[in-house]
């Protein structure tokens, strides 16, 4: 069964560093997400993405955030510099038509 | 803003025994899913309800939704250790651009 994948699974960064958080979405989806969830707490909405540009976003995903789709497999997700407070699972999905959202294992950040 | 909340937020089972977990989310929707989310890993789609009234079944669970009441339910039949885990509902919003997780019910299931 195809499957969201998720790159790295776990990313040990600087405070202030920039990161970049990978995804390939599964082959024929057309709408993208990303989402995150602190440890022991809810996922919380991070910005939807379909047909190149971004539909939604949250308060979460401020100025130091921007996703990008490079090229037509990866979706991509960057904080510019970063925080403490960053410091997350996150998880990308990507969905087809009423089909539930699909998720990839997530990338477990942790900001020193 | 939609506000999801689920009930209880943690739930001690006991084998064979039956319960329900309440989703309530505060604006209309008719497209509500539940995951699955064993710890660490990722979050597991296990039903998707598109319209009121919707009833899935899969093996010992089943999932409602009442869109009037803004309420789904997720039944569990039978207990079994194998179901303990983290179980999520979210709702779509009108434009199925963000799902709005509620807290989350942790489930043990105890022999």
Redesign the interface.
């Known amino acids: 069964e195809p499957e969201v994948t998720q790159t790295p699974s776990h990313q040990v960064t600087q405070m202030g560093q920039e990161v970049i958080l990978r995804c390939v979405p599964i082959s024929n989806h057309l ?1 993208f ?1 990303w ?1 995150r969830q602190i440890l022991g ?5 991070l910005v ?1 993405f ?1 047909n190149n540009e971004i ?2 976003k ?1 308060e979460i995903f401020d100025d130091q955030f921007s996703v990008e789709r490079p090229d037509g497999s990866n979706f991509t997700l960057k904080i510019r510099s970063t925080k403490l407070e960053d410091s997350a699972m996150y ?1 990308c999905a990507s ?1 087809r038509g ?9 990338t477990r950040l942790s900001i020193l | 803003e939609l506000k999801v909340e689920q009930n209880p937020l943690f739930l001690s089972m006991q084998e064979k025994k039956n319960y329900t977990i309440y989703c309530n989310y505060s604006t209309t929707s008719d497209r509500l899913y539940w995951y699955r989310q064993d710890p660490g890993k990722s979050l597991e789609s296990l039903f998707v309800l598109l319209s009121n009234g919707a009833v899935k079944q899969e093996g010992r669970l089943m999932a409602s939704l009442d869109t009037k009441a803004r309420l789904s339910t997720l039944h569990i039949t039978a207990a079994v250790h194998d179901l303990s885990a983290t179980y999520f509902c979210a709702v779509d919003s009108a434009a199925g651009n963000k799902l709005t997780f509620g807290g989350g019910t942790r489930v043990l299931v105890k022999p």
């Open positions: 709408y997400y989402y707490q809810k996922v919380e909405f939807s379909y539909s939604e949250s998880f969905r009423d089909q539930p959202q699909h998720f990839g294992d997530g």
